[in-house]
Structures are given as C-alpha cells and as structure tokens.
C-alpha cells in the first residue's frame, strides 16, 4: 500500500492536504507568553489547562515560561503528561473507581500528583489506594462557586472534607479548587466581573473558616480564559489554571472587554484546513470538511479572514457555506 503523506515537514501551506488542523506557532507562541508574563506580573502562579491541547511538547513550552505544572482532566491524560517529563500534574476533577484511583496513585509515586474531591467517600477510598501503593496523593477541596457542576457548597462542607482529608494518612490536603466555567463566556466584562467577585466572596469566607480552625491552603486555584484577570487580582486566587488561551477561539473572542470591545489580546492559533470541492450554485460552495473535523458545540465554525461567508450547515464530511453577493466563491481545491 502507497503511503503518501498529508503533510511533510517544509511543506508550505498549499501542499497540506485537506482536511488538516495546522497550528500558526507565530501565534500560539504570543499567546504563551502573554499569559505568562501576566501571572509573573501579578504574583500568581500559572497551572495551565492542558485539556485544550493534550500536547506535553506545548506543556514543555509553558513549563520554560513560568508554568509551575499542569492540569488534566482525566488519570490517562496525566499519565501521558507525567511519562514525558511533566512532573507536576493536576487532575482538576474528581476520580472515582479502584481502576482510576490505583493508576491515580502508582502515578503519584513518579510525580507530584494532586487531585480535586467533593465526597467524603472517595477521600477514604482515595487513601485506601495510596496505601497500597506507599504513595502521597496531594488534595484540593473542589467549591461549587457558581457553575452548579461539581463541587461542595462553600463554608462548612469544605470544612467538613478539609478535615477528613488531614486525617487520612496518605493524603495532603494542599488547598481548594474554585473553578467558576459558568463565567467564561459571558459576553459583558461587568458581567464576567461580577460573577468572580461572588465566587472570591464564597472563597474568602471559606478561608477564614478553615483559619479557625488552623488549616491552611497552598492553592486557591482556578480562572479560565474569560476570567484570569479578574482571579489574578483578588488577592485570594493565587493560581490561574487557564487552558483556552493557547488556541484561543472565535466563541472567546466574541468577549467584550472593559472598553465594550471585542478581546484580541489572545490570537486565534489553531485552525482546520479545507477545500472546495463543490461548487453547485453561484454563491455556495461546499468544503471536504465537516463533523467529525470540528467542533460545533458553541455553533458553527467561522470562514477564517473572509467576511460575510456564512456557514450554512453541516455534515459529517461537508460544509455548505454561502458567500455575500460582492465575493467570489472559491475555485475547486
């Protein structure tokens, strides 16, 4: 079987066969070092979301930056983290099973591995996998803020885990998690201000109960794309754990700032090549790109650079999209 490949290194642009993810490092290479000069300026320390790109060789590149570590969502995606020299990994959700908390804790005998709770449950079956393995696994005390996902209600509850945690012998407790992703992508700034102001409220009312009661944390984490500035400014947050900024995105970029206009501090750096490979009337065409190329969970992709081209629909091999009057629809390839 002849294996031609679709792209090459030193291919320009035109050779790369369709459809193609390309990454403008131009571009993402600006978007990392924004980032990181904007958590060195504000003193707080930068754990990005590596969910957006599941790339150690970026990690590496945010890790050269400033970057204390990353997160992940799941075990598997740590895992792959943890085998290419990422030794600071945080799981920033809950993990439940023998399967996972196993895997969890054999990892955390190869690296710094914290994790987020909200169930006294899965603290106990936590340490019971620790145990077997001789490990420390480090905990975060995940918050409902806002986002009603997952997460124990500020105060008391957090209290109540923070407590089980310190009494479990293989565990740490390290801090709380206060990630608020309902806020990311309201379009208003006031709105998105307003949102992190009530969470840091919930968090800091938090802290001073677990002062109290002499415990204190090492992490408050959380922050997302829409929101960093407003975390890395509360003086309560003290980790931003980012992760969109590195591609970026047309839904984030529709965000407004403080001057009522459209963010652009962030580049879109990651785009999905296609082709013409139809053109059936005189203002449509349609692309060798579809469904199973893109996401279209915050609605249809955005034609790149070129004005009033309107993405009609989708399929999972096609994309009907129409052009204004005054454009030419593209040739064929």
């Avoid at 190869?110 to 936590?126: G, Y």
Wanted: glycine share 8%.
């Amino acid at each position: 079987m002849t294996n031609i490949p679709a792209a090459s290194i030193g291919d320009n642009w035109e050779n790369i066969d369709t459809p193609a993810l390309v990454v403008d490092l131009d571009n993402l290479e600006h978007n990392l070092t924004t980032m990181a000069i904007y958590a060195k300026q504000h003193n707080v320390r930068l754990r990005p979301h590596s969910k957006s790109h599941k790339c150690p060789a970026i990690a590496h590149q945010q890790m050269a930056l400033g970057a204390v570590g990353v997160c992940c969502q799941k075990v598997s995606e740590a895992q792959v983290m943890v085998s290419h020299g990422i030794l600071d990994v945080l799981v920033s959700n809950q993990v439940i099973g023998r399967t996972k908390l196993e895997r969890l804790a054999a990892l955390a005998l190869q690296a710094k591995i914290t994790v987020c709770v909200d169930d006294l449950t899965n603290i106990q079956e936590m340490n019971e996998a620790a145990k077997l393995f001789n490990a420390t696994i480090n905990v975060l005390v995940e918050v409902n803020v806002g986002s009603g996902r997952c997460g124990v209600l500020p105060q008391e509850p957090v209290l109540a885990l923070a407590k089980a945690i310190r009494q479990s012998e293989n565990l740490n407790f390290s801090g709380l998690q206060a990630y608020h992703g309902g806020a990311q992508h309201i379009r208003s700034y006031e709105g998105r201000r307003r949102a992190i102001l009530q969470a840091t409220y919930q968090v800091e009312q938090t802290l001073k109960l677990l002062t109290m009661h002499d415990i204190e944390c090492d992490v408050v984490g959380g922050g997302g794309t829409g929101t960093y500035i407003f975390e890395a400014t509360s003086g309560i947050y003290n980790e931003l754990q980012v992760g969109s900024y590195v591609f970026m995105d047309h839904d984030y970029a529709l965000n407004l700032n403080d001057q009522g206009q459209q963010n652009n501090e962030f580049k879109q750096s990651l785009f999905v090549k296609a082709a013409v490979l139809s053109k059936p009337e005189s203002n449509r065409c349609v692309l060798d790109a579809g469904l199973k190329a893109y996401a279209t969970d915050s609605g249809f992709p955005v034609v790149y650079g070129i004005e009033n081209a309107e993405v009609l629909s989708a399929a999972d091999e096609h994309t009907n999209i129409r052009f204004d009057s005054t454009l030419p629809v593209p040739n064929l390839g």
